[in-house]
């Protein structure tokens, strides 16, 4: 299939269904971004992101420096045009779904600081474990941090049901992402829409076979992606942990076995942090706060330590053959005060006690992905009214298709 062919089938795939409420629901996040960005009260969002989209694709970078882009330019616009067919809707909320999140992250976010205190969006600090020597196999943890919605049934009957069919031919080599950003971040010097994590063809294959290799891909295409933390594994189960902003990226590499962890909104890296806190006190000094008062830069100073908890209690497990239920207790943890604890019930950085506007651990699992006894172990917050964390829901199992029950996994539900 030729890449403007390819574009037009991504595009129609992505704008069935869409038409019924996309224009409300574009209005309402214009609104939210002008409360968040107040500096930027009088910018007229719809026209701005079309501009934008329109430079996006006309900013292709050289193809001497990055021959995977050969053709992306037909798709993307081919993208725009079977969107747009299959939507019915117009130029300006097609570009919308293509660069909202670009412009919030890039554009908006390095020029107008986002003032999270003028609005109810919740912190965020999801969590990812990868142990590739468990006691059955490849075992990972996830947590899901977010608000309370208005809805929990949304939640109620959740399981991690596509994690298997992801792992189906071996394991995945995205096995986690979580947020990361940076106030007043830099912008990217090309606007190309070339993410290898959404376009995820124009990643080389041998990317899979090699991490150093994938390191080098992602160090090239570093201005296209990001920001966010995540782990990234090859087909060896050789695991890196990555820290990214929107320009810039730090690889970590397993110093335990081969365990890799990530959390969100704070780098290890020694250099990313201190990019992240200046531009903190840079924000700090706008708003006229003392770094002591500035909720931002402690807000990142709390999810460092909750970043070095988690990897110091992942590299622990790891220095033995950690079960499932081990992994579980990993993103479980709440034996520490907050900022440090990993698994969050209503905390923040502005209240000490549970609060159903601020953040929690909604959903988390562990699971054991390769060999004979691929399973999962997994929990949701079930009600509003009664407020529990997480960790106080019992575990419910979920067997990877084809795994038999074994009487001795029974103990991992009742204990959990």
């Known amino acids: 299939m030729n890449p403007t062919a390819n574009g037009l089938e991504r595009g129609r795939r992505a704008g069935l269904g869409k038409a019924k409420t996309f224009y409300s629901e574009m209005e309402a996040q214009f609104t939210f971004w002008h409360t968040l960005h107040p500096t930027a009260a009088d910018m007229d969002f719809a026209s701005t992101i079309r501009e934008l ?5 006309a900013d292709e970078p050289s193809l001497a420096q990055f021959p995977e882009l050969r053709g992306h330019a037909e798709l993307l616009r081919g993208e725009r045009q079977g969107f747009m067919e299959a939507s019915g809707l117009d130029e300006t909320a097609t570009a919308f779904f293509y660069s909202s999140d670009y412009f919030l992250r890039r554009p908006l976010n390095a020029h107008h600081l986002a003032r999270y205190e003028l609005v109810t969006a919740p912190d965020a600090g999801c969590t990812n474990v990868f142990v590739p020597g468990g006691a059955e196999g490849v075992t990972i943890g996830d947590n899901r941090d977010i608000a309370l919605p208005k809805d929990m049934d949304l939640y109620k009957n959740w399981r991690p049901d596509d994690l298997f069919a992801r792992n189906r031919d071996g394991v995945h080599w995205s096995q986690g992402a979580v947020s990361a950003a940076v106030l007043l971040d830099d912008e990217p ?18 990317c899979f076979e090699n991490i150093d290799v994938f390191i080098e891909f992602l160090t090239r295409f570093n201005e296209f992606w990001g920001p966010g933390n995540r782990i990234l594994v090859d087909k060896k189960l050789n695991a890196v942990a990555v820290d990214k902003s929107n ?3 730090a690889f970590r590499m397993p110093t335990v076995n081969g365990a890799v962890a990530v959390t969100a909104c704070a780098y290890l890296d020694d250099q990313m942090s201190a990019h992240q806190l200046e531009r903190a006190a840079r924000a700090a000094k706008i708003k006229g706060e003392t770094i002591d008062d500035s909720l931002d830069y402690n807000y990142h100073l709390g999810s460092r330590k909750r970043y070095q908890r988690l990897v110091g209690l992942a590299e622990a ?24 604890r990993v698994c969050l019930a209503g905390e923040s950085r502005n ?11 909604i959903i988390q699992h562990a699971a054991v992905i390769s060999g004979p006894n691929q399973r999962a172990l997994y929990r949701s917050v079930q009600s509003r009214e009664t407020l529990q964390a997480v960790y106080e829901y019992p575990a419910k199992l979920l067997l990877a298709p084809g795994v038999q029950m074994k009487p001795e996994w029974q103990a991992d539900i009742r204990n959990a």
Do not use: M, Q
């Open 53 to 57: 989209d329109r430079k996006r694709l």
């Open 189 to 206: 010097s090309c606007s190309f829409p070339a993410d290898p994590f959404t376009y995820t063809h124009l990643i080389p294959r041998e």
């Open 247 to 249: 320009c810039r990226v």
């Open 317 to 340: 497990a790891a220095k033995g053959k950690p079960s499932i239920r081990d992994l579980l207790d990993i993103v479980s943890d709440h034996a520490v005060p907050y900022p440090d």
């Open 351 to 361: 209240y000490p006690h549970r609060n159903p506007n601020e953040n929690w651990s």
